[in-house]
Structure formats: structure tokens, C-alpha cells
């Protein structure tokens, strides 16, 4: 199968947690379409890692945490100055939390969770929206999951954080919807990433039971509908929700 290329020429992209998995994928398939690229990870390793892997391109790579205002600030202002203006953003880093029931569910570690998967969220949008309101021109997309729509047992605070991305797309898509900027979010179901690594066995079986397909989803059939949701293609749609789920979703 052929994939398609969205044409991304002249565009700038910045995609969170892109060091690795999902939002590698991402990156990768937007750099195809001929998008300049800077990557947002806490990981500095992983970010030298990633800028390697992108032939004849060398994506500009900022490590910062997405859940703290000032870094998330500074690194917009980073970015404008050396990579250019921000055409898209793609919100892909979070965190799965551990694995127990609500009433064991440590306070911290759900603050922890919400911080990065939602907060973080929030904060991203919050400091680009004001550049790409300027230009009259964005394209978000927000990483949410099917556990945003469904609630998986044990997995609380993801769970309700990524319901909150969903929300959260909701709502500024309306307030931009008259602006040239168009904000979505995708809802895959598990996608076998390092992310399993912070699950127990048990959760991975149960998320695998859900899918009809009978399979985990893969990073790049991910980053195929990001790619049209971050195009120039996707211009009627915002405030949307889109599945990847192998069947899972059942509204």
C-alpha cells in the first residue's frame, strides 16, 4: 500500500512527546509531506535520537516539560525564533499513570497524570493560538484516546485526562471556528508503543480484548489521520473526534 503525503511545503510543525512512538510517528510522516519540524520531549536523549532519524532533515528539538507554563512559554518563543512561525501543533505527549482501582489511586500520581496529559494539553494550545490567530491560519490536533470516551477500569486518570483533551478540543475548536484555525483531536485505542512498558500484563490483555480487530493499533495508521487532520485538506472540520480504534468505539 502506498501511503499518502499530505503537501506540508512552507509549513512548521511542532509536535510534543515527539521523541518516540505516536508522536515520532507523526513527525516523521509530516517531514514526508515536506513540513519543517520542531519536537517537544522531556527526554533529551531521546530527542538526540529522534533528530538522527530523519533523513536529509534536521528537525529543531527543544526539551521541556509541557506541563510547566514558563518552560511551555519560553519553548513557543524558542521555537518561532528558530524554527518559524507555528502552522501546526500537534499535542501527543502523556503518560498512562500506573494501574489500580479509584480507591487506591494515589493523589500524586493522578495530579502527575492530569499535568501532562491534560494540563500539558491545555497549556500547548493556550501559547500558540494567539500566533496562529494572528496569521489567520492553524491546524491542532490533540492526542486523545479511546479510554477518554469508554473509562478503562484501573486506569482512572488517564482515562478522565484524556476525556478532558476531548473536552478541551470541543471547546476551542467552537472558539476558533471562525478564525482559519481548526482544532481536533484523534481517539485511537492501544497502540503498542514504549508506553506498555508503565502497564501491568492485565491491562495490556484487557485493552487487546476490546478491539475487534484483535490487534493493537500501529504508530503509523496514527499518524496517517493526524496528517490529513493537520492538512490543508481537513478545512471543514473542528471541534471533532476522530477514531482509530479497530472497532472499539461504539459511539
Known amino acids: 500500500m502506498v501511503a499518502t503525503h499530505y503537501a506540508f511545503a512552507g509549513r512548521?510543525?511542532?509536535?510534543?512527546?515527539?521523541?518516540?512512538?505516536?508522536?515520532?510517528?507523526?513527525?516523521h510522516?509530516?517531514?514526508?509531506?515536506?513540513a519543517s519540524?520542531?519536537?517537544?520531549?522531556?527526554?533529551?536523549?531521546?530527542?538526540?535520537?529522534?533528530?538522527?532519524?530523519?533523513?536529509?532533515?534536521?528537525?529543531?528539538?527543544?526539551?521541556?516539560?509541557?506541563?510547566?507554563?514558563?518552560?511551555?512559554?519560553?519553548?513557543?518563543?524558542?521555537?518561532?525564533?528558530?524554527?518559524?512561525?507555528?502552522?501546526?501543533?500537534?499535542?501527543?505527549?502523556?503518560?498512562?499513570?500506573?494501574?489500580?482501582?479509584?480507591?487506591?489511586?494515589?493523589v500524586e500520581e493522578w495530579d502527575r497524570v492530569m499535568a501532562i496529559n491534560l494540563r500539558g494539553v491545555f497549556l500547548c494550545c493556550k501559547a500558540v493560538v494567539p500566533h496562529m490567530q494572528h496569521k489567520g491560519y492553524g491546524r491542532i490536533v490533540n492526542v486523545a484516546s479511546i479510554a477518554g470516551k469508554e473509562g478503562n477500569p484501573n486506569a482512572s486518570a488517564y482515562?478522565?485526562?484524556?476525556?478532558?483533551?476531548?473536552?478541551?478540543?470541543?471547546?476551542?475548536?467552537?472558539?476558533l471556528a471562525l478564525s482559519g484555525?481548526?482544532?481536533?483531536?484523534?481517539?485511537?485505542?492501544?497502540?503498542q508503543t514504549g508506553m506498555f512498558a508503565q502497564m501491568t500484563q492485565q491491562h495490556i490483555d484487557y485493552m487487546l480484548s476490546k478491539i475487534p480487530m484483535n490487534r493493537f493499533g500501529q504508530a503509523d495508521e496514527i499518524a496517517a489521520l493526524v496528517a490529513w487532520l493537520a492538512s490543508d485538506d481537513c478545512s471543514f472540520s473542528t471541534g471533532a473526534v476522530f477514531d482509530a480504534s479497530g472497532g472499539r468505539a461504539t459511539y
Open 37 to 106: 519540524l520542531t519536537l517537544w520531549d522531556r527526554d533529551e536523549r531521546a530527542l538526540l535520537e529522534a533528530k538522527t532519524a530523519f533523513a536529509g532533515l534536521s528537525p529543531t528539538t527543544i526539551a521541556l516539560d509541557v506541563s510547566n507554563a514558563i518552560e511551555v512559554d519560553a519553548g513557543i518563543e524558542k521555537t518561532r525564533k528558530e524554527g518559524g512561525e507555528v502552522d501546526i501543533l500537534v499535542t501527543s505527549a502523556g503518560i498512562t499513570g500506573i494501574n489500580a482501582p479509584v480507591c487506591d489511586y494515589p
Open 12 to 27: 512548521h510543525a511542532v509536535v510534543t512527546g515527539g521523541a518516540a512512538g505516536i508522536g515520532l510517528a507523526i513527525a
Open 159 to 175: 482515562s478522565a485526562s484524556k476525556a478532558g483533551v476531548i473536552a478541551l478540543t470541543k471547546s476551542l475548536g467552537k472558539e
Open 181 to 191: 484555525v481548526t482544532v481536533n483531536c484523534v481517539t485511537p485505542a492501544a497502540v
Open 29 to 34: 510522516r509530516l517531514a514526508q509531506g515536506g
